[in-house]
């Protein structure tokens, strides 16, 4: 797989299944994962077989978020029928797409810092496929998606639900706090991951699947959500699209949560108060 990683120094890598390679040694032009997104998107990116460096295994590297500030940062509500009902909610028609600011992400790890139990006592995490927007675009024909995602990354997202339960119009303050969009390790280029219909998708805390589902069951396709959004602004470089999980479970301090998004990779994280 052709991947985009960047080190917890701040390394920009380019790797494969058999290790990574700083991003410059193969393309010298390159100097942060932004500047290859283009690249990635037009399945340009050169191989670290090109490197002049040597690979060094994902065992002997400590990674923070691929994205050292993302973009827009989209989150997709109630994408899978299934989920919609175990929240007694009627599944939307067109996206309940909202927006976090940059702030929430964090890479690998986490941790996921719960805010202070007079905020919120209730936090929910939820496992998620990310696409990240590799080149500048607006009013995509769906047909002509995937000549502007870059590629793909696990994430977890959480909510503060009883902030979401007390007024729907909350919904930004119950997603926004920081550490509350977890990151995967690396990038996954569309073409190393194939068709995304039959992968599933898996919310998993302490062990425990607590949600799973098949991206074939969205309400609306990844491809659909970024044709549309492309119709709402401009997307570009570094945008990052969730879009939806399969389910939600409460987490308190001391748990471990993960996402499993199937070919594309796990990220997990501590949960800490």
Known sequence: M??????????????????????????????????????????????????????????GLAFAAPLERPGKLWGIGLNYADHASDLNEDSPTEPASFMKPSTTATGPGGPIRLPSRDITDRVTAEAELALVIGRTCSDVDEGDVDDVIAGYVPVIDMTAEDILERNPRFLTRAKSFDSFLVFGPSLITPDEVGPLEGLSVRTVVNGAVAAENEIRNMMTSPRELVSFHSNVMTLEPGDVISTGTPGAKHIVSGDSVRAEVERVGTVEADVVS
Do not use: C, H, N, Q
């Open 2 to 59: 052709t991947r985009l990683a960047r080190t917890i120094d701040g390394r920009p890598l380019l790797g494969d299944g058999d290790g990574f390679v700083p991003l410059s040694s193969a393309d010298p032009s390159l100097t942060t994962i932004r500047d290859a997104l283009p690249l990635a998107a037009s399945g340009a990116l050169p191989s670290p077989d090109e490197a002049a460096a040597s690979r060094v295994s994902a065992e």
